[in-house]
């Protein structure tokens, strides 16, 4: 929940990446939970896998960040806007 | 009793850094909130019994993903001051209203399972008595690559395309 | 009650004193080291063959004035030299220096890749470093230390995990106690992760030849540029008991830990007269003289040639070697 207000409220983009990390960590420590309190390993192997997407999302996403950054000099996310007619 | 307080004392602390993430002022303490957040978490992950999980977390989350925040950080900051703050007219006031809303579901979830959910007795992580028979490790493990194949290799090609696609995205002359 | 708590307290204050005095020596051990090989006799003033020197060290650095340049960060230059030597610290916590429950604080069930993550984790104080000090030098010197780190991990890991496979355990009791089942070191199975273990601690720790970030002569001295005094001395203290802690590692995986020579065969058993943890405590000996030995004579890496041997070459030859150890696993 946290991490939904950090995505609405800041404006510069990596700080919205970070939030979009700390919604998936919650998810993740759910997941958990769950699994410790109904003794079935699903719950762990998923995190595994969410730990994996994020992991790749967070890379690709930096990626496009970066190329962008090199073109726009600008993380102010009001400010990007090449996809706005 | 004891684990009742260490369970809380660390959940308030993982809310508060998280609280702190979203409304630091410059990214790299957002950034290093971050970082506190996710060690605290793989405590989290050890207490529940799942110690395999808390150090890929740590060694991949908190010593990979967020080493690579940081350069992005670094290099994007090198430029400019830290932001001014949130927008407080429109961002701010949607934004809680929606947060309030997921808050509002989750809420009612829980208390709509807990009339009717049976508790189970917990077994494993720091409390109990029974011993680690086969590892965490062993069992992730063993569930990995019999139950849960096709999605391991499904995640593992993810993985690799994500890396072309950034190593193609960071080159300078495209 | 005493058994969880008072007990792993005092050995954490035994190991941390021990640790910290032994990397103050250690620092004394590699200045003559490096002296002998020069045909010289390194610091020779301070007590019976300078040995006090160990202890002047950190006086001077402790006497030193404690300055923060003044646009940096403080919280962040206050904390960066703490987030380097604090991982060092812990990984020693899974580190067992004998077969008993006595000689290690813990031995948790992944406790190699304890070691790993924490490791990694230590990596941020030398990025942080470098971007408290707000000026241009340190900071592209600290990224491309961190670049290294994390480059060098990578292999590392890939390597450590065909260990993982000979030994079939994570826990670093139970990789020694492999050892001695199978009665052979695993430094002979596996010489290639042996020697790739090594080499990828190495440019870990940010040792020669892959010394660059922290050279002198380099972009004004690396990433530590703006410290002095106390949190210098952190930075410093960090790098060795990096070594040791990486020395350690591989004497465990490798070199059989506390195991004498042929653990197995009874007609050796007259060395078990010397107590396990000396033959531990002799083998990173062993290490850490080679670590001074290499830094007295080899020549240093350029950073892309750095670069580029730790991508494109041992990283094949660690999946080369993981391959090929499950295959064999397989086979036998």
């Given at each position: 929940m946290i991490g939904v207000i950090g995505v609405m409220v800041r404006r510069n983009i990596i700080i919205i990446f970070m939030s979009i990390e700390l919604i998936l960590n919650a998810v993740n420590i759910n997941l958990i939970a769950l699994s410790h309190q109904l003794q079935d390993m699903a719950g762990q192997v998923f995190v595994v896998f969410v730990i994996a997407v994020a992991a790749a999302e967070a890379a690709v996403g930096l990626g496009i960040l970066i190329a962008y950054y090199r073109n726009k000099?600008?993380?102010n996310i009001d400010e990007i806007q090449l996809m706005r007619w | 009793m004891a684990e009742a307080i260490a369970f809380y004392t660390l959940a308030a602390l993982i809310l508060g850094l998280g609280i702190m993430v979203v409304s630091a002022r410059s990214a790299v303490h957002s950034v290093l909130f971050l970082v506190m957040n996710f060690l605290l978490v793989a405590v989290l992950y050890v207490i529940l019994g799942a110690e395999y999980v808390a150090v890929i977390q740590v060694l991949v989350y908190a010593g990979g993903i967020v080493v690579l925040y940081l350069f992005v950080v670094m290099l994007v900051n090198l430029k400019r001051e830290p932001e001014q703050f949130s927008d407080p007219r429109r961002l701010g006031k949607l934004g809680t209203l929606l947060a309030g809303a997921v808050l509002a579901q989750v809420i009612g979830i829980a208390v709509y399972s807990s009339t009717r959910g049976t508790t189970q007795p917990v077994t494993g992580g720091?409390?109990?008595?029974?011993?680690?028979?086969?590892?965490n490790t062993e069992q992730l493990g063993w569930v990995l690559y019999t139950s849960y194949l096709i999605p391991f290799e499904l995640a593992s090609m993810l993985l690799l395309v994500a890396m072309v696609g950034a190593i193609v995205l960071a080159k300078k002359n495209l | 009650m005493v058994d969880t708590i008072i007990v792993p307290l005092l050995k954490i204050a035994v190991l941390i004193n021990a640790l910290l005095v032994s990397v103050t020596f250690l620092v004394l051990m590699e200045r003559k080291v490096i002296a002998w090989a020069q045909s010289r006799l390194g610091p020779?003033?301070?007590g019976p063959y300078g040995i006090l020197q160990a202890l002047a060290d950190p006086i001077k650095l402790i006497l030193k004035e404690d300055i923060t340049p003044a646009k940096a960060d403080k919280y962040v230059f206050t904390l960066a030299p703490i987030m380097s030597l604090v991982p060092a610290l812990v990984a020693f916590a899974v580190i067992p220096f004998g077969p008993d429950p006595f000689y290690y604080i813990s031995d948790i069930n992944v406790g190699l890749l304890f070691i790993l993550s924490v490791t990694s984790i230590g990596v941020y104080g030398i990025i942080l470093g470098g971007w408290a000090s707000n000026s241009k030098y340190p900071l592209l010197a600290s990224l491309r230390a961190s670049a290294q780190l994390i480059s060098y991990e990578i292999a590392v890991s890939m390597t450590l995990v065909s260990v993982i496979l000979t030994a079939g355990t994570l826990s670093l009791v139970g990789i020694v106690e492999a050892q001695l089942e199978s009665g052979i070191w695993f430094g002979f199975v596996q010489p290639v992760a042996f020697a790739l273990v090594f080499i990828g601690g190495l440019a870990e720790t940010n040792r020669?030849?892959?010394d660059l970030p922290e050279a002198?002569?380099?972009?004004?001295?690396?990433?530590?540029?703006?410290y002095s005094g106390m949190r210098f001395s952190l930075f410093f203290l960090a790098e060795y008991a990096n070594i040791i802690v990486i020395s350690a590692v591989v004497a465990i995986l490798?070199?059989?830990?506390?195991?004498?020579?042929?653990?197995?065969?009874?007609?050796?058993?007259?060395?078990?007269?010397?107590?396990a943890w000396i033959w531990f405590i002799g083998k990173i000996f062993v290490f850490l003289y080679v670590f001074i030995w290499l830094r007295a004579t080899l020549p240093r890496y350029r950073y892309d040639q750095l670069m580029s041997l730790g991508w494109k070459l041992f990283i094949p030859i660690a999946i080369g070697n993981l391959v090929l150890t499950a295959i064999a696993k397989v086979a036998f």
């Open positions: 000099e600008t993380v | 720091l409390g109990s008595d029974t011993p680690f028979l086969t590892g | 020779m003033r301070a020669v030849p892959f002198e002569t380099e972009l004004t001295g690396g990433f530590h540029t703006e490798f070199l059989g830990g506390w195991l004498r020579p042929f653990p197995n065969v009874a007609a050796l058993s007259f060395l078990d007269v010397v107590p």
